[in-house]
């Protein structure tokens, strides 16, 4: 028997906390667990999270799964626009490139094979924003499960991103003593 999306999911949550939760693994290594699960659970070709400090205009990549490096910086996609939705939260649906003027570098989309992305936007802490982006070959209209999936991924992402920052500032406050 086929398990659900909401069983699946469920499951992976509950996985990628235990990850965060155990402060064994590698940030780097914990962000990719979360792309490749995005990828993986939604059928898209891959993901990627970028993080955007304050700042700095740049979306930087900082896990990605399914995508090569030339189409990871193509930019593709319209940085300026992105940069303001992410900052005021709001969750991007891209559901056709050739028809979508947000993106930028469409000859790039169309050699990595991809139509369409869902972006989804955190909060990290008070000066440092992320995106989850969820690309696929073809046009897609995400389930509310998948969105809310996604935004679990996200804030489980960003609660990983801060616990690192908090064990380096722990073991440089900890050098300091010494």
Not at 29 to 37: A, K, N, P, Q, W
């Amino acid at each position: 028997m086929a398990e659900s999306f909401l069983d699946l999911s469920f499951f992976a949550l509950s996985r990628v906390i235990d990850v965060i939760y155990s402060d064994e693994e590698d940030v780097s290594d914990t962000l990719y667990f979360i792309v490749s699960l995005a990828t993986e659970l939604t059928g898209a070709k891959g993901s990627t999270i970028r993080v955007l400090e304050h700042g700095t205009f740049n979306l930087k990549v900082v896990s990605a799964c399914g995508l090569s490096k030339r189409y990871l910086n193509s930019g593709a996609i319209d940085s300026g626009r992105s940069i303001t939705e992410i900052m005021q939260g709001d969750i991007i649906i891209i559901n056709d490139f050739e028809k979508d003027s947000r993106i930028e570098n469409l000859e790039a989309a169309k050699k990595e094979g991809l139509r369409s992305v869902i972006g989804i936007p955190f909060t990290v802490n008070e000066t440092t924003y992320a995106i989850l982006r969820i690309y696929f070959t073809s046009k897609k209209v995400p389930t509310h499960d998948e969105i809310q999936f996604l935004n679990s991924l996200g804030k489980l992402a960003c609660l990983a991103i801060e616990r690192a920052a908090m064990r380096e500032m722990r073991s440089d406050s900890e050098a300091g003593r010494e």
